[in-house]
């Protein structure tokens, strides 16, 4: 058996906040065996400043490929519903092959700036015709290897999408490549089965409302092993809210609960459009809210009932969504700065023990992303992953400040990279703020997007 390695960190954020001289020890298959404040350097490696690294929520990694290509005005009103059209049209020429590097591409990026693991909601299963691959996994096993390749952890959350809209409406042709029942979904998480493992755990996600049918939802939920992870999207847009109360007369959040058992194996993606009732039960009921603000704002969906929600106790985490940013600090920032611009005040993501927004915002995303990942990760502490990130404390940001100040400065200040390097499982994959496979991957990231734009519509 190998010998532990280790890490001597001179600041470490812990669960319950900064400490000094924390030794970290894990073994060879990268779970922290010792996190130790207040030891003595005995000559391991030192890092200044150390701390988790970050969930990512939500993904979509196809969708990386579409960033900066939707950004033109239309002849009318562009909206989520324009945008969704494009995305479509985009994806209707998309092989396996390209996935994969498209994913290895996201992921390398995503690593560079702080996320260590990833929720892929995979919704795109079948081939151009529209039919099932002969292996029915085939590109989530695309996206697992890009994971691989980079160096991620990875939930995968293949989705369950049968219809087009509230009332079962059917799926236009250029949505059959996404086309999955309730036994489709739970065909893929059987061929998944076999590359879980301490880096790969494996969900579902009915993908909304509109695309699946309460039935299905409970007929996936029976099937599906106890403490598997659930996401949705769900209370996106308006014009879903306006939707789901024609038909149901409850809006989403409400509806969904009346049909399931909501609790903390959930993750409800945007959650943006909540009445004062939904906002305290979704708190209540554990389940965690994964907020995507780059995406949200770049759609134009809203912003989410924050104050209130987290003033009842709720439970947030944060995505990348559709990639038009891979940063957290990005994230987390415009999380902070929508609400501030909401309501004409200062530093409103704070609790009564914890003050400092910087710091409540890491921990909050990181406790609510570990929950809805299904995986040990979010914290440094024995039996838990060594995920983490080490801060470049020479950078100017993070120069001659205390502890208790760097995650303001991290988040607030300036558009600087300050992740300087990245450990994922016991493993460096980001050194001096380069990925460990960046040019291999950008230049099969590359070709695909010349072969992409070739295709395009």
């Given at each position: 058996m190998s010998e532990p390695c280790t890490l001597f960190a001179r600041q470490a954020l812990l669960a319950h906040g900064w400490e000094a001289n924390v030794l970290l020890e894990w073994d060879a298959g990268g779970t922290l065996l010792t996190v130790a404040p207040g030891a003595v350097h005995a000559g391991e490696p030192i890092a200044d400043l150390v701390l988790p690294g970050m969930v990512n929520l939500h993904s979509h990694a196809f969708q990386r490929a579409l960033g900066g290509l939707t950004e033109t005005?239309?002849?009318?009103?562009?909206?989520?519903?324009?945008?969704?059209?494009?995305?479509?049209?985009?994806?209707?020429?998309?092989?396996?092959?390209?996935?994969?590097?498209?994913?290895?591409?996201?992921?390398?990026?995503?690593?560079?700036?702080?996320?260590?693991?990833?929720?892929?909601?995979?919704?795109?299963?079948?081939?151009?015709?529209?039919?099932?691959?002969?292996?029915?996994?085939?590109?989530?096993?695309?996206?697992?290897a890009a994971a691989h390749l980079a160096g991620i952890g990875v939930t995968m959350l293949p989705v369950l999408y049968s219809y087009a809209g509230f009332g079962e409406k059917p799926l236009a042709p250029e949505q059959q490549r996404f086309r999955t029942d309730a036994a489709d979904v739970l065909r893929i998480v059987d061929a998944l089965e076999p590359l879980r493992s301490s880096q790969v755990e494996v969900g579902v996600a009915p993908h909304s409302l509109r695309a699946a049918s309460a039935g299905?939802?409970?007929?996936?939920?029976?099937?599906?092993?106890?403490?598997?992870?659930?996401?949705?999207?769900?209370?996106?847009?308006?014009?879903?809210?306006?939707?789901?109360?024609?038909?149901?007369?409850?809006?989403?959040?409400?509806?969904?609960?009346?049909?399931?058992?909501?609790?903390?194996?959930?993750?409800?993606?945007?959650?943006?459009?909540?009445?004062?009732?939904?906002?305290?039960?979704?708190?209540?009921?554990?389940?965690?809210?994964?907020?995507?603000?780059?995406?949200?704002?770049?759609?134009?969906?809203?912003?989410?009932?924050?104050?209130?929600?987290?003033?009842?106790?709720?439970?947030?985490?944060?995505?990348?969504?559709?990639?038009?940013?891979?940063?957290?600090?990005?994230?987390?920032?415009?999380?902070?700065?929508?609400?501030?611009?909401?309501?004409?005040?200062?530093?409103?993501?704070?609790?009564?023990?914890?003050?400092?927004?910087g710091d409540f915002l890491w921990q909050s995303a990181l406790h609510g992303g570990a929950q809805a990942s299904g995986r040990p990760v979010g914290v440094l502490a024995a039996g838990k992953r060594a995920d983490l990130l080490v801060l470049d404390s020479e950078h100017p940001n993070l120069a001659g400040i205390g502890p208790e100040d760097v995650l303001g400065s991290f988040l607030f200040c300036g558009n600087d990279n300050l992740v300087r390097d990245v450990m994922v499982g016991g493993r460096w994959v980001v050194r001096n703020h380069e990925h460990i496979a960046q040019t291999a991957i950008a230049q099969r990231y590359k070709q695909t997007i010349a072969e992409l734009r070739k295709l395009r519509p």
């Open positions: 005005a239309g002849e009318g009103p562009d909206s989520f519903w324009t945008w969704r059209q494009l995305m479509y049209r985009f994806a209707r020429n998309i092989t396996p092959q390209h996935i994969e590097a498209i994913a290895a591409q996201l992921f390398s990026e995503c690593l560079r700036h702080g996320y260590t693991s990833v929720c892929e909601f995979h919704y795109v299963q079948r081939d151009q015709d529209g039919a099932l691959y002969a292996r029915p996994a085939e590109t989530a096993e695309r996206v697992v299905q939802i409970r007929e996936v939920l029976a099937a599906l092993p106890a403490a598997r992870p659930l996401h949705i999207h769900i209370a996106e847009q308006q014009g879903e809210v306006e939707q789901c109360l024609a038909l149901t007369g409850q809006r989403p959040v409400r509806y969904l609960m009346e049909q399931v058992a909501l609790d903390a194996r959930w993750c409800l993606v945007h959650a943006t459009h909540l009445d004062q009732g939904e906002t305290a039960a979704l708190a209540a009921s554990g389940a965690v809210a994964g907020l995507c603000p780059t995406t949200e704002a770049n759609l134009g969906d809203g912003l989410f009932p924050l104050a209130p929600y987290l003033a009842a106790g709720g439970r947030i985490g944060i995505g990348s969504d559709s990639h038009v940013s891979q940063s957290p600090v990005e994230e987390l920032r415009w999380l902070e700065y929508g609400q501030r611009l909401l309501h004409q005040k200062r530093n409103v993501a704070a609790s009564p023990t914890q003050r400092r927004v």
